[in-house]
DNA sequence: TAGAGTCTGGATAGCGCTTTCCCAGTCGCT
DNA sequence: AGCGACTGGGAAAGCGCTATCCAGACTCTA
């Protein structure tokens, strides 16, 4: 904001006119004929009351000076702000941007801006980005997608989040429940559990499960779930499970794997998330295996899509936008416990993918 | 931050120890036993060198303190911040969410911090947005899916946006190309114009267009090209055109009034976008209508998912993402042009749903 | 050995805003 | 008339930080 102030400037020659640097509230001040202090209470709802005509003046100052308050300065000279920090794995994910848009949604709704990150899935990054957030001294960080299981880089951002709650911030965990902050998961565990019985109960017998890498507790959480579900519900064959990333792609490669082992002793593919799973669908369909027809495939999460997708995709329905909201809504809250562990209900939706056998 | 500093509490009562207002640079200076000037040279890549033993104990005394930069009062002191605002209709839409994944892919890159909003594609609320994003004093200002044509509110954008410029500010738009600001646009027009004589060529001769509301530009131009081609490929029928919301209810709702409306005389229907694309296969196949059989179905944009449905959806790429880094680095560059109009070229993608007659 | 440069710390004046604190004016009472 | 209790404007002290300016300590050259 450097502005080329010269006004000895005598030359005739038009002064090389920089950014004329946007109006101050000492301008409006100026312009309104009366102090500082009453612009200021003017143009916010201070508790002290302004007569109507200084107030109207100042507004009509503001109006044409085209004011708009320096948020920084507002943010510096009263020592808080209206930010929320949010950090997610990958923005263009839909089960990220559903939370996200809950997240969203609530923040405006309080009058909060929301400053956004994506970690691209690195830690470090993911480390990296907390340390910038704190910077903005926001209320309240949402870290939805963390992982990083006992690292160094881990520690750091424990520290690094435990300073900021130290100084009054509030984080909430999206789904990373093992963490020592205030957590919104899913009852991963209990709906791969239901959907195991489910799908057991379909007359399944033979299962496949595309994971997470291991170190990330949703993953495992879902796989658990699923495998209880199956032992609850008697079944006893192997349940081949195949690692791969946590994208569409690395379903898809996982689905290339199960083909290139053979998919003769598999009934059913349950795909911890459903992104992978369409990776997974593709890869079959690629394949001339016929996805709910010479193979049952389920899901996680419910993102939109799956229900446009033929055959429509069985999955466990987590109510995504509903999480985001209530993230900053309890991080918001008079109330708000930093060792809450609340878990979002989940539900079976079963769909064309998994016909009863 | 109202910190609780009550060190003549003698009451042996445990003080109500409020949260502890974060380290400031002051106390790091302290601690260190140098001057702020020193601090603040050490901790920041100022110009000025600072000697090594010095340095060293301002790293120290920082880390010990936990200390945070507060990026607020940078921004005050400095007049400038490493801001860019992100303005979007949906961040739950893939469309919007692949645009925001490109540009905060090089925002951060670029040691930007990304602060979002999200209109809901209310024009009230993209103006009072606005009005708070210029507050941030941003070095951006992004707007992906603006809409709003010849209204007082458009005017007042308008206004509040060149206001921003004014003050050295830097506004791009994306695919809004009929506002006075640098623009980055996608080729709507011809990619429609192609998709037309490419689906003519393929022995289509009767079609229904799905279109957006007719204030959005976007659809207007997906709309028109598609007509042009239509008329350059010799397709002299009448097109048949539904409007309706720009989501995937909008297009299964228009879905359902084509059904309604009786489909005989229609061979191929275009939605202006794939998820309204998407929206109207569902509708179809719910009546028995299958896609890609017993009619034809083409979108635009190319989101991920489509590739995926079945049938794969024919629709024009836009490269998303793409767009989104073009769209920061285009601000950040130092030869920026505020009347540049970037058109994106756009490719069409055939797939399963567009047989060859 | 002076005089002119360089370095590099420290003091300090802001940045744009909020929020005490002070004070003059006005009101309602006795 | 006299006096406490409001009201509401203005001066000014910060908020946490940067950047300018100054001063002392060195290093060079002539």
Redesign the interface.
Known sequence: ??TVENPADKTGAPAPV?????ATLHDVAREAGVSLATASRSLNGSTRRVADAYRDRVLAAAAKL?Y??????Q??AR???M?VGLVVS???D?YF??I??GA??VA?ESGL??????TGRSPERELEIV??L????PRIILLAGSRSQGSAVRDALI?ELQ?FE???GRVVMISQRDLPFATLSLDNDDGAFELATTMAGFGYRRFAVIAGTANVRTSLDRVDGFRRGLLAAGVDSETVVVETEFT?DGGYDAGRRLLERGLDDIELVFAVTDVMA??A??AF?ESGVEPGRDIAVAGFDDI??V????PALTTVRAPL?DIGERAVRLALGDDFDRASVDAVPTTVVVRASTPRR
């Not at 920089?18 to 946007?22: H, V």
């Not at 708009?68 to 300065?73: E, F, G, V």
């Open positions: 904001m450097s920089g950014p004329a640097a946007p085209d708009s308050p320096n948020l920084s300065a943010a510096v020592g808080s702000t930010t990958d923005i263009a839909p941007s559903s996200a848009a969203m949604r405006e801006v929301v400053t956004m990150a994506v340390r910038t704190r910077g903005q001294r520290g300073s130290a100084s009054g569409r369409l990776g669908m593709a369909r939109p899509t229900r446009d997708v033929t936008v």
